[in-house]
């Protein structure tokens, strides 16, 4: 079993609906027209079974995830035993308003007040069977108001009376002053974070080192950047810096190599893909180097805000 796996966990988010913003859908997933329910279903399960043989223990899903939580809650009911050697991390605060249509002109509502938690807390429960071992509001950006709303901080602090570890995950280029300024909070309840950090948009680096050195759990999310990462233009700048490893091993490696990196997420859509990623080995990137592959922050967030649900 690969040494890497135990590091690595599998993100439901591509998986718990039909249309999702990464890269080579069609090729991986077949016929837009063919993405029932009951066929995402299937494929979550397979993946869950692979991920597990693998030996991932940390598993991802939020409500917005369409009904990852759902196929996850299945799995988990199919195989009880399994339950208490994972870790599974959910996430409230966005709710799935896409009705399982790929053609929706929104998929994902946000909603960061005590009233959208109170609502999706005893969902999620239901859903998998049991509270979650991390719950992390969803997409924490410097507008939103969670961090400042006395109603949710005090949710936040009962779940973590109750065991539950709390957390927020962060979006958008500003994801460091959202974490110092959760970490500053008078007690804080959070000691989980889950960040976007690849080699086009390292600018969390920094704040999540701070996050790690205070005794935080650090997810590292979308460090394929959503698939961009996956390929490289032959003698382009990811190529080169990579000198010969496939760019996906190189763009993950590099993620694992971070010392904050507690966990690194998988967002597989396939077993060949989910396997493949489990093969990558931590690979030091001069600074120089890193400096050298990121995008403007900026310029990031937009392009991947401008990216199609397909």
Do not use: C
Request: net charge negative; charged share 25%.
């Amino acid at each position: 079993m690969p040494a890497s796996s135990a590091r690595m966990g599998f993100g439901l988010a591509a998986v718990g609906r039909p249309a999702y913003i990464t890269t080579d859908r069609d090729d991986d997933l077949g016929d837009p027209a063919d993405r029932s329910v009951e066929a995402l279903r299937t494929r979550a399960h397979a993946l869950l079974d692979e991920a597990w043989g693998l030996g991932i223990r940390y598993v991802d899903a939020a409500r917005s995830y369409g009904l990852a939580e759902e196929f996850l809650g299945g799995w988990l009911a199919a195989h009880p035993g399994r339950r208490s050697e994972l870790v599974i991390g959910s996430k409230w605060g966005y709710a799935y308003v896409g009705e399982w249509r790929m053609d929706a002109a929104v998929h994902e509502r946000k909603e960061h007040s005590a009233a959208m938690f109170d609502r999706q807390w005893p969902e999620t429960i239901a859903a998998l069977g049991s509270p979650p071992d991390l719950s992390l509001i969803h997409s924490v950006t410097p507008d939103s108001p969670a961090l400042a709303d006395l109603e949710v901080l005090q949710r936040m602090r009962r779940l973590r009376a109750e065991g539950v570890r709390v957390g927020l995950s962060t979006s958008g280029p500003r994801q460091a002053d959202v974490i110092r300024a959760a970490m500053h909070l008078d007690d804080s309840p959070f000691t989980v974070v889950q960040s976007t950090w690849n080699l086009r948009e390292s600018s969390v680096g920094g704040a999540l080192s701070e996050a790690h050195d205070a005794g935080w759990t650090v997810v590292v999310k979308e460090a394929l950047a959503n698939g961009e990462l996956a390929s490289a233009v032959p003698g382009g700048d990811l190529a080169s810096a990579a000198s010969g490893v496939a760019p996906d091993l190189f763009a993950l490696g590099a993620a694992l190599a971070q010392p904050f990196a507690d966990i690194v997420l998988s967002g597989a859509t396939t077993v060949e893909h989910l396997r493949r990623g489990v093969e990558a080995r931590a690979v030091e990137v001069d600074p120089a180097v890193l400096v050298r592959l990121a995008d403007d922050p900026g310029d990031y967030w937009r392009r991947r805000s401008e990216r199609p649900w397909r």
